[in-house]
């Protein structure tokens, strides 16, 4: 097992349930020193998908979560990390325990563009279901995106 961090919808626990039912959330804490941004508008579902950048005035909200090889396989689909759309790497989070080595996936694609409203209420929804703080969240809503009129 292998400890993944997710600062998308995967931040969801019931969707990770989902997508890795072998994979138990085992914490929530911060990428310090990076941003949550979007970009690859060109592959995204009516916007752009969800990233993070290293800027070291900011900090991202995570849930940590410990990996099998057989649910990793499956993220790496589900994320399109197969075909090369998001690349794993290797970032720090801090936790009420300390630090942890752990992977997480980085667009392979400009930043830029906006995300959907459907896809950044998911995004916020998930942040809050993994007990992000009131005002990341908030934050979250409050972002720019474009409406897909529905």
């Known amino acids: 097992m292998t400890l993944y961090a997710a600062y998308g919808t995967n931040l969801d626990p019931a969707r990770m349930g989902e997508r890795c039912p072998h994979s138990p959330l085992q914490t929530t804490g911060w ?12 592959h995204g579902w009516d916007g752009s998908l969800s ?22 396989s499956q993220l790496d689909g589900w994320e399109a990390a197969d075909s090369g759309l998001y690349r794993k790497t290797k970032v720090r989070v801090s936790t009420m325990n300390g630090e942890v080595v752990v992977w997480t996936y980085v667009l392979d694609a400009y930043e830029g563009g906006l ?36």
């Open 31 to 42: 990428l310090e020193g990076w941003r949550l941004t979007f970009g690859g508008e060109e």
């Open 51 to 72: 990233t993070i950048v290293q800027d070291p005035f900011e900090q991202v909200f995570v849930a940590v979560y410990d990996i099998t090889e057989t649910d990793e």
């Open 115 to 150: 995300p959907s409203a459907s896809y950044l209420g998911v995004l916020s929804d998930a942040a809050e279901a993994a007990g992000a703080p009131h005002d990341y969240v908030m934050a979250l809503r409050r972002r720019d995106c474009r409406s897909t009129g529905l």
